[in-house]
């Protein structure tokens, strides 16, 4: 029997607030989502480089994560104002062993939240990874999460100093729809090989 496609709830937002200066952490934890071991549709935004913020996927995903490098640029503060006042859950993720400009020493001196440090890549990919992990499992009746996705889940979750890889199959520099070929199926077009 085929999978019926998820309804348009199911689709899991990821919002990845972060400045030039870390992009190419930005896009490691863009391909780390698409490699997830599950079937599900993620949305993936991203901080624009250009013109407005999508504050609708900002208000609506369903984990945020902002990503602070030496320094803190537009439209990140204002992407991390508007994830607060909406209450979205989030990991907030500072790297270290960088000097900070004055705009992001005052920006991590004012942080009122708990927060992680990575020093490399892949630990910040781990990181999230883990968390987002956990995000998917606490909605996994929403999700209809499987059972074996359950499991490899837990299995990220529980890796605890395992080194992962941030490399991937492809580039996920923008924002994107990823879509799994389980799950989705077009009502409309069809599949491009």
């Known amino acids: 029997m085929p999978n019926k496609p998820l309804p348009a709830d199911n689709v899991v937002t990821v919002y990845i607030a972060a400045a030039d200066d870390v992009a190419s952490e930005r896009d490691a934890l863009a391909r780390m989502i ?41 439209p990140v503060g204002l992407e991390w104002r508007l994830a607060r006042r909406a209450r979205r859950p989030m990991v ?6 960088v000097s900070r400009t004055p705009a992001g020493r ?8 708990p927060y992680a440090t990575y020093q490399t890549t892949s630990d910040l990919v781990r990181l999230v990874q883990q968390r987002l992990a956990r995000r998917l499992l606490e909605e996994g009746a929403r999700l209809h999460l ?19 890889s941030a490399g991937g199959r492809g580039e996920a520099a923008e924002s994107a729809v990823i879509l799994s070929r389980e799950r989705f199926r077009p009502t409309d077009g069809k599949i491009v090989e």
Do not use: N, W, Y
């Open 92 to 97: 907030v993720a500072v790297k270290t062993g």
């Open 146 to 164: 499987r059972e074996s996705e359950q499991v490899a889940l837990q299995q990220i979750v529980q890796e605890e100093g395992d080194t992962t």
């Open 34 to 74: 698409a490699e997830l071991p599950v079937t599900l549709a993620f949305r993936v935004e991203q901080s624009p480089a250009e013109g407005p913020i999508d504050q609708e996927a900002l208000t609506e995903a369903d984990l945020f994560i902002l990503v602070l490098g030496h320094d803190i640029r537009a």
């Open 106 to 113: 005052e920006f991590l001196h004012t942080l009122d939240v």
